[in-house]
C-alpha cells in the first residue's frame, strides 16, 4: 500500500465530509468578481489576414505574439465559450519551463535535441515573466520554483541521484525538506529553484486577453468554429454567425476534437480534478512552514500537485487521471465526488496539522494528452492551417513556445524551432475505440501497480515504454 492508500482507509469519513461540504463547485480561479465582461459573438462575414480558432493559453498567445511580429496584420481570435473557459482557467497554476513534460520524459524520446528543448524552455519562460512585466499583467506571478517530494523510500534515491548535477537544484534530506514544508509524509525533496513560477491561471489569461485587445486583435467569444475549408487562395471558416475568411489559420483547440481529420486519434481527453482551501490562518500558515512557496509535487505515476495562492490558500490536485470511453467530453465529468472525497483524504495525510479546514472549491475538467506526453504540431490546406495540440497538462508555459512555432510554420520561413524533431515528427496515435480505452484502463492499473511495488515497472509499462508510449517526468 502507498501512503495515500493508507490515507484513504484511516481519515475518518465524516471529517471529510465536514471539508468538502459547502464547497463551490466552480474552479476557484474563475470565480473572480474582476473577470472581464463577455466580448460580442461574430455576426456575419468577415476577411481577414489570420484566424485563431481557441480562446485559451495557446489561442491567446498566437494572437498577441502575431500582433507583436506584425502590427498592421489583421487578427481575428474565435472562441466557442469564455476566453481561459477551460483548461487555462482551472489548472494549478504550474508555469513550467519544461517543453517535454519533465527533462527525462524529453530524453527518453528526443535525445539527441533534449539538451537544447531545455534550454529553449528556459527562455520561453523568461519570455513570458518578461511579457507580464511589460504588458503589467497582474497575474501574481512569483519565481519560486519547484519541489518534488519522496513520499516512499524507494523514491528518496531517485532524488538523491540529481545531487549536485545543477547548482540550482538542491536535494533535501527528510530533515531538511520538512524545513521547507512540514509534513510527516516526506522523506526528502527535491527543490528546483529556477524552471518554474507559480501564477493565478485565470488572470494571465485575462490578461493576455486584454494585451491582445490593445493590440489590435479582434475577439469575438459565443462563436463556435464548425468547419474549415479552403481554396487555392485562402481557408474558410464556418461558425454560427457567420464565415470567416483568410490567409492562414492557427487551430489552438487542444482538448477539443481537432477540426483536422488526421489528427484526431493523436489525442485523448482526460479530466483532472483539484480542491482549493479557504485561506490558511497566520497559525495555520506557521504550522506548515511553505516560507519559499514553491509549487509541490511527489513521485507516484498518479502524483498530486499543489501550491500556495496569493491569499494562502492551499490548491491539492491531481491523483485521478480519468478517461471516458469515446473520447467523450461532458460537461457533468467535470464533478466526480469519488476523486474530491480521495484528495480531501490525501491532503489531511499530507497535512494533519490543518485538521478541520474546509475546502472553499472543487472542480475538474478535460485536458488534452498525447502518447508522447508533450505538445506536437500539423499543417494542413497547403500550409495555410497550423495545428498544435497534447500539452499534457504543461500548457500554462509551453503554450507560448507552440504559438510561436504556428506562426513560424505559417510564415513560411524556416526557422530553428521548424527544423526541431519536436515539430516535424508526430507523436504515434491512440487506436480507435474500444482498443483505446482498453489501453488507457490497462495502463492505469499498471501504474496503481506500480506505485504499490516500490515504483517497479511491470511488462506492461516496460512494453509501453518500447513502443514509445512510456511516461517518465
Given at each position: ?11 475518518p469519513?465524516?471529517a471529510?465530509?465536514?471539508a ?5 463547485s466552480?474552479?476557484f480561479w ?14 456575419g462575414?468577415?476577411s481577414t489576414?489570420l484566424?485563431?480558432?481557441g480562446?485559451?493559453y ?6 498577441l ?13 474565435l ?6 473557459w477551460?483548461?487555462s ?5 504550474f508555469c513550467d ?14 535525445p539527441?535535441?533534449a ?6 524552455g528556459?527562455e ?5 515573466a518578461?511579457t507580464?512585466e511589460?504588458?503589467?499583467?497582474d497575474c ?10 519522496a513520499?516512499e ?10 545531487e ?9 534530506d ?6 521547507e514544508?512540514?509534513s510527516?509524509?516526506?522523506?526528502a ?14 488572470r494571465?489569461a485575462?490578461g ?15 462563436t ?6 479552403s481554396?487555392?487562395?485562402?481557408v474558410r ?8 475568411t ?13 477540426l483536422?481529420?488526421r ?8 479530466y483532472d ?16 512552514g511553505?516560507?519559499n512557496r ?17 491569499d494562502?490558500r ?13 473520447r467523450r ?8 465526488e469519488?476523486?474530491f472525497?480521495?484528495?480531501?483524504a490525501?491532503?489531511?495525510a ?5 485538521g ?17 506526453f508533450?505538445p ?7 500550409r495555410r492551417v ?7 497538462g ?5 503554450a507560448?513556445f ?5 506562426l513560424?510554420?505559417?510564415?513560411g520561413t524556416e526557422?530553428e524551432?521548424?527544423?526541431?524533431k519536436?515539430?516535424r ?7 480507435p475505440?474500444?482498443l483505446?480505452?482498453?489501453g ?8 496503481i501497480r ?5 515504483g517497479?515497472?511491470?511488462?506492461w509499462l ?12
Open positions: 500500500m502507498t501512503a495515500y492508500d493508507r490515507a484513504e482507509e484511516q481519515i469519513q465524516h471529510i465530509d465536514a468538502l461540504q459547502g464547497a463551490s466552480d474552479s474563475l470565480d473572480d468578481p474582476d473577470r472581464p465582461a463577455a466580448s460580442p459573438s461574430l455576426t462575414d468577415q489576414d484566424v485563431i480558432v480562446g485559451g495557446t489561442g491567446l498567445w498566437t494572437a505574439m502575431a500582433k507583436e511580429r506584425d502590427p498592421g496584420r489583421r487578427v481575428v481570435l472562441e466557442g465559450q469564455r476566453i481561459g477551460a483548461a482557467g482551472r489548472n494549478g497554476g519551463a519544461s517543453l517535454t513534460h519533465g527533462d527525462a520524459n524529453g530524453r527518453k524520446h528526443l539527441e535535441e539538451a537544447r528543448l531545455e534550454e529553449l528556459q520561453n519562460l523568461a519570455q513570458i518578461e507580464v511589460r504588458y503589467g499583467i501574481n506571478f512569483e519565481w519560486t520554483g519547484t519541489l518534488d517530494v513520499i523510500e524507494h523514491q528518496v534515491a531517485w532524488l538523491a541521484e540529481e549536485g548535477k545543477d547548482p540550482d537544484i538542491v536535494y533535501l527528510r530533515e531538511a525538506v520538512r524545513k514544508v512540514d510527516p509524509l516526506y522523506r525533496g527535491l527543490w528546483d529553484k529556477k524552471h518554474a513560477a507559480m501564477l493565478n491561471p485565470a494571465l485575462w493576455l486577453q486584454r494585451a491582445c485587445q490593445q493590440s489590435g486583435v479582434e475577439i469575438y467569444e459565443h463556435p468554429v464548425r468547419a474549415i475549408d481554396s487555392p487562395d485562402e471558416i464556418t461558425t454560427d454567425g457567420g464565415i470567416v483568410a490567409q492562414h489559420v492557427a487551430l489552438a483547440t487542444n482538448v477539443f476534437p481537432s483536422l481529420k489528427t484526431r486519434l493523436h489525442t485523448v481527453p482526460v480534478y483539484a480542491l482549493m482551501t479557504e485561506p490558511l490562518t497566520a497559525d495555520q500558515l506557521r504550522s506548515v511553505w516560507g514553491q509549487g509541490l509535487s511527489d513521485l507516484n505515476n498518479r502524483f498530486h500537485y499543489y501550491r500556495l495562492t496569493a494562502n492551499i490548491l491539492f490536485g491531481g491523483y485521478d487521471a480519468v478517461y471516458h470511453y469515446g467530453l461532458k460537461r457533468e465529468y467535470d464533478h466526480r469519488e476523486t472525497w480521495k484528495l480531501a490525501h491532503f489531511f499530507t497535512f494533519p496539522q490543518l478541520g479546514i474546509k475546502f472553499s472549491h472543487k472542480w475538474g475538467g478535460a485536458i488534452d494528452t498525447c502518447s508522447r508533450f506536437f504540431f500539423a499543417t494542413a490546406h497547403r497550423a495545428y498544435s495540440a497534447g500539452y499534457t504543461l500548457g500554462v508555459g509551453a507560448r507552440g504559438g510561436n512555432v504556428m513560424d510554420l505559417l510564415s526557422t524551432r521548424t527544423r526541431l519536436m515539430v515528427k508526430l507523436p504515434l496515435p491512440f487506436p475505440e474500444p483505446a480505452w482498453l488507457i484502463h490497462i495502463t492505469t492499473a499498471a501504474m506500480s506505485d504499490r511495488n516500490g517497479k515497472r511491470g511488462p516496460k512494453l509501453m515504454d518500447a513502443v514509445g508510449m512510456g511516461f517518465d517526468s
